[in-house]
């Protein structure tokens, strides 16, 4: 068990720019979720997956935002033409349907627009 | 929204002492569960509660799922520098496979 992986854990890139990060969940979580936390905040709730199945997703996630997880392990959160008030940690969690343990975090990916 | 009501925003203690803080909601929540944050790094898992009235302590931490299921409190014995940080209280309405609201969170000082 190596825990969440995100990927980058760094991203700054100029307005207007598209960026797509990738989180590896725990093996065998059938369950990934999608977070946004700004400074000061708690994380907020974007989407989550149930295997490739996209189940809920955010009013926060507008159409600049898709995420994906063809396979049902790793997914990706892109946002095409990134706006300043996209500048935010965006966080990976997994869980097992019906295991015992909550939500697994990982690291988080730190997006800055210039 | 359903929103989480996080209690103090900031604390500063002196080494050695007790803390208390705790989350209210205005809607039932059937999960809580305390985070805590270190820079530049994700919440990690304190405490998980799944029923109401239960109390659960993990080492110097104590946290409690309300009997109304609407508030939660999390205590912390005997503060050591590590223990700086913010503390997120976080549920779930639904069932414990729920996406997670979190609170604002506490931060916490310790003075030398």
């Known amino acids: 068990d190596t825990g969440v992986s995100q990927d980058p854990r760094h991203k700054i890139t100029k307005r207007g720019q598209n960026v797509t990060f990738r989180c590896d969940p725990i093996?065998?979580?059938?369950?990934l979720y999608w977070y946004r936390q700004t400074l000061g905040q708690g994380p907020e709730f974007l989407t989550y997956?149930?295997?490739?199945?996209?189940?809920?997703k955010s009013r926060l996630l507008s159409d600049r935002f898709s995420a994906e997880r063809p396979k049902g392990s790793f997914s990706t959160l892109e946002i095409q033409r990134t706006e300043q008030g996209d500048s935010a940690m965006y966080l990976c969690a997994s869980m097992e349907t019906g295991g015992n343990q909550p939500q697994h975090f990982g690291d988080g990916t730190r997006l800055s627009i210039l | 929204g359903q929103q989480l009501n996080q209690s103090p925003q900031s604390m500063f203690i002196q080494e050695g002492e007790d803390v208390s803080m705790n989350c209210t909601s205005s809607s039932i929540f059937n999960t809580w569960l305390w985070y805590k944050q270190d820079p530049g790094e994700g919440p990690v898992l304190l405490i998980a509660l799944y029923k109401a009235g239960e109390l659960t302590s993990n080492g110097r931490l104590t946290a409690q799922f309300g009997i109304t299921r609407k508030d939660s409190f999390l205590n912390i014995s005997a503060s050591i520098p590590s223990d700086v940080g913010i503390y997120f209280c976080?549920?779930?309405?639904?069932?414990?496979?729920?996406?997670?609201?979190f609170g604002k969170g506490t931060r916490l000082h310790i003075l030398p």
């Open positions: 093996s065998e979580h059938n369950r």
């Open positions: 976080a549920g779930s309405a639904r069932n414990r496979d729920d996406k997670i609201i």
């Open positions: 997956f149930q295997n490739e199945a996209q189940l809920e």
